[in-house]
């Protein structure tokens, strides 16, 4: 990428992630809900600091942090660089605030962007500056499932995008089996544009026949297995998801609610009557799983999706639609891979076949987080369509609901 | 009272609660530190709510609230009236914005200073606004206590009041034992102004002889206690107060911190050096009984107290002189009894002989908290001076520090 | 007490505790069913390092321990005599076995034994025998208490004494109001034989006017409260209270079980039908005062219970009975001050007035547990008789339930 | 297999399983020491629960349980059967008695070995009694494990096997690299005997080119990692392995010990002083790992190990030495795929291509735990050898370090 177009690039994308805040008040910026979850104001700081950190620092002969602090204030996990501000505490920061947190960013800009304009990049931070931007279009994902977690747990049930969200009228067409045939496949990522460590070495592997839906499963269908005692029957459930949904007495996804005798559910458009036709989303891995055994079907392993997606173009209904909701499939030659809701696969998150953790701090973006997660696979309706790809690996531990995660069921051919 | 001196009284006391959060922003005016203490937008809205629920709705004909979702919202824990949003997660509530809340506030004033002017409010009405009044005066000391507490976890160390504060030059006279005659004595609340339920009724006690220190126990002899093993030696704390210490490895007071070899001590001026004349402040009733075993000492019982206040007058530092912080006594004829820290004493929360708890939500004022709580005397920095009175009870869990407690010695005498 | 009265009453003592455990296998002897509670094993032995520890230690010029490792295995919670295995494990101990603490007992008793027969003891040696004799009998009541609590874990429904538990036929007399008339009296130990230290000093207290049940709450009257609503009415609640029901789901007292439509109560006799004229009994505090808030009325304070008590003779079903569960009074006469059930009074465990807690390890009895405990009076059915007097002080916390725990409710007159 | 050799097989198994137990007392047998461990006797009861459940109830015409408590107090986790008695209590099972469970085995076996000898067992139920012995066997390994972690915790260091437990004096042959080409390779179990229904189906896998260490990391190589400060730097940890090391301050394996200057071991032999030489033994998967990633290496997948142990005789140092603690390899020859400490793999707990869950209670078997656990392969030093093969899956979750796991290293050619 010539130099113009990435200083285009960065700008665009840090654009984005403010333009993301315009519908929130400071408070809105601030306040965290869960532990996993971050304030908005805290992932336009981080995303700044990883700037500051990975490509201002290492390129500037007399580089001096923003602000001292704000070393340790807005690292999230990188033990190779220094210590950590508390996690679950990240809401208490009412300062800085966001007035200096945007102020923040335009300093690191100035000088992200004087470095591109004055070619004084090499190769290898050229590629972290890429690296850097996957990241904050990972965190423009992330603030939007935040933001929508943390106003789910207000009566006054706020809305983020108040243009009106229509529930759909036509059912989607109905879901049929498309078989793949196996034998060796390549996995990873076989290109030569940006990818994440995870999605590499491409490498071979084998796969027998396999089956997959044509379509995510709708909240419709979810309801058929709800109201079929689907959370009352542990010999559907996986052992631990079993104790998970005893432990907090689950009975429907996160984000429903049963109220004057119908179902609604919360979505950034504020509370909604349930649409039947739309995906079910916000299940977690136990959910997914149980409904598959219902179903007489099981979840994608990540080879299966993978190999089966690069048969589809990349294309579907993503972050820029702007609905920040997934959407009824209408027509049936579209089969929603990418888009809409993350596919849970049944695939541990784990390290491809001679996949070498990379060397410095950020080596710690992907590799340490290999074990007791899940991956999803395809995007969603609050991912930037530049940062999907069929090899790209999403991962979350299997009682995470707050992602936009669905179903698409898989099986063996008859 | 009469109506105008009471609508200046109310807005005087309304007014100041709005003032303290002058020097905050709403992201700071948002955010809760821990489950008991609550944002200071919530307090505001809260102390709102008692004078609509407990003033207006029985006063007005056709009252109908201000908005429906506040009457949860904004309710702390009366039963009586209904449910109440859970209290561990007020800090998630980023709307109503602050604005609406002092625009809720407005109206809520409008219609009481209406009530008073029309001479419409009854008597029972009036004891309503008389303890909503008093009320709010404690809302205005737990928004001082809960925003230091919440800054505390900011490395940035936030300023709440930027005026200097001058660590002290001279050290308090001397400690000195003063002898109080027991007998048959009146405890209790014996006035013809406002006291709370607690107080009441006043009733005979007998007394035994005993001795309070002329004043309270400073950072410096704190710190001999400290630098004596006073937090190794399970010898000196009650059973349960060594495994809170244990259990939370605790070394010093909540906002004592070592910093490049010496002692420093954040307040609502920001991270200061320790002064060691100036009263130690934040410490549990567990540190402050383990303090007084050290000193081969006790805590004075709230019996004792409250007998030997009567012969002091009321006055002292609080929250008046703006300081917001204890200070060093300089003259052998003050005896901090009043202001500068609440002085815990060493007896359970309990009701007086004959105590009956009041009809109605109000009845859940007081009397439900009467069990594992100790009484605290003597109001603080942070309470207003026309709020404290010698029968005042105060009362926190054992293992409390945020408020502002400290510690005076008792004995019998020798 | 002359030696040969004091060997009788040594032996007599250890005896008993011995043939408390008769009916229970060495397994029923080693399990621990909770962290409060300890195996009956266990018991056995610390009751013997206790005199180890604080009598033979003391006298014997060369005295060494039995077993080293005794030393830290059942040593309770005396920091001054050093650490201590952790509590919650004790039920883990399956070594030293039974026989081999049964041995322990003998050498230790028989090391004793010739203390006295040698009339080796000082005057302070005596005094801590007899305090091992009255921590004994402590023990020999918690080792019954805490039996039944791991048995009623056991569907098997284990009978500890299979002699049959006849349900009673008569109703109690009515329960009617007792006057006691207030003013100066003296609270504490006034006496020349064996008290505990937190049973002094003899002290005036200033009592007002009060009345006291004539006999402790019914099973039968308590179902009235629950059939009346009384576990889901948050206003009869302390709040913590109702914190706790509410965390723990509770709806009845600890040992009673809906079964086959009719309500059973768990006993050392087995499951037996509740008997409706027995008292109530395995009650917490905040059961306890729920229950005097629905009923009008309230607990009493310790001082007015032992005030009242001492106009009674000390005898009542105490455990010479063999029985270990509380019997309907049947006599208009016999008032249940003492046995059947200890009785909640609202008063917190605290020193009186001049209370020095003891030098050296012992003082560690009871002084360091005056904080968030409340105390109980008059003895159980499993109290052994020469083991209760009027001064007695029992404590537990709030939430203890699995104590011979009953009601008695108390007012002021009308 | 014919009647008599089954007969015979029974009686040898079964017999085995409470011959494990003759070392033991009532109270070994009876005790807890977590939620994960469960008492020697409930193994015993649990095992022949079994036998009654899958094998009698279906083959006898007029069934009828043993004892209908047994049911649901020996039932381990089959939803399909009906209730369980809550796993975190099985140590306050004093009841039945270790005698009673002996005679509930005894009538469980002799019908079982009547069905046997009248060839009363139909293929289905021949398949279960089968399955019901390797089950017997896993609980032979489990007893063991449990009652290691149970005496860990006594002070008195209990010994169960008192034969003299050698330290070895001569170093192990070198570790050297083992190469295997890759290519496409039948994965699962391949014979005609008995598997879990886990390791099937056979199925094709594709893999890389691969080496394997020639033997298990020793004491000595773990102990380099510990001195090179293995425990204190994250980089070398997965991310939620080192919030588990800090949450527990962890520092070295499960049973070692630090004592008087010099490193101890805890075995079934008692406290004995750290061999270097042999392998190290009771690690988690998060130590396993951080250990690969300090000796640039990396776990095997369990492919890999499977498709290298089939080029290996089935033979090691097995539960039949009697020895119950890992030994020094001492011939170059001699790989320890089989026995001494189960290998952890990189490798989630999935279900093979294909893979199916039996229909029934068995079904619960093993399809269940397949989220969230990781695989083991090989055995150890208590497996019995006739129940081990080279498909053999074994699964833990990451932190579990009670069971004999240790570390074999892998990694690519260079």
Known sequence: ?????????????????????????????????????????????????????FVLEPSEKRFKPYNRAYRELFNSYYNGVGDQYPRPNRGLLTRPSMEEVLAYRSVV?????????????????????????????????????????????????????????????????????????????????????????????????????????????????????????????PLLWLAEGWDWRQRHALTHPLYWCWKDGAWFEFTLHGLIPLDMFSPVVHVSYYEADAYTRWSEARLPTEIEWEHAAKYHPVEGHLAESGLFHPRTVQDSGSHQFFGDTWEWTQSSYSPYPGYRIGIGAVGEYNGKFMVNQYVLRGGSCVTPSSHIRPSYRNFFPADARWQFSGIRLAKMPD
């Open 1 to 53: 990428m010539d130099n113009s177009s990435l200083h285009l690039r960065y700008q665009s994308i840090r654009d984005r992630s403010v333009a993301l805040t315009h519908p929130l008040s400071p408070e809105d910026c601030c306040a965290q809900s869960m532990m996993e979850a971050s304030p908005a104001k805290w992932h336009l700081a981080h995303t700044t600091w990883f700037f500051e950190t």
């Open 109 to 233: 800009d100035q000088c992200v962007l004087d470095l591109i304009d004055k070619d004084a990049l090499d190769a290898k931070q050229r590629a972290l500056m890429t690296l850097g931007l996957n990241h904050e279009q990972q965190h423009q994902e992330l603030l939007l499932t935040d933001i929508k977690h943390l106003f789910s747990f207000n009566p006054l049930d706020p809305v983020y995008d108040d243009s009106q969200h229509s529930v759909g009228q036509n059912p989607p067409p109905p879901m049929t089996w498309m078989s793949y045939s196996g034998g060796l496949t390549k996995i990873g990522y076989d290109g030569d544009e940006f990818c994440f460590d995870n999605e590499l070495p491409l490498h071979l592997s084998y796969l027998h026949d396999y089956q997959l839906a044509s379509r995510l499963i709708t909240n419709g269908e979810y309801l058929d297995f709800m109201e079929d005692g689907g959370y009352e029957n």
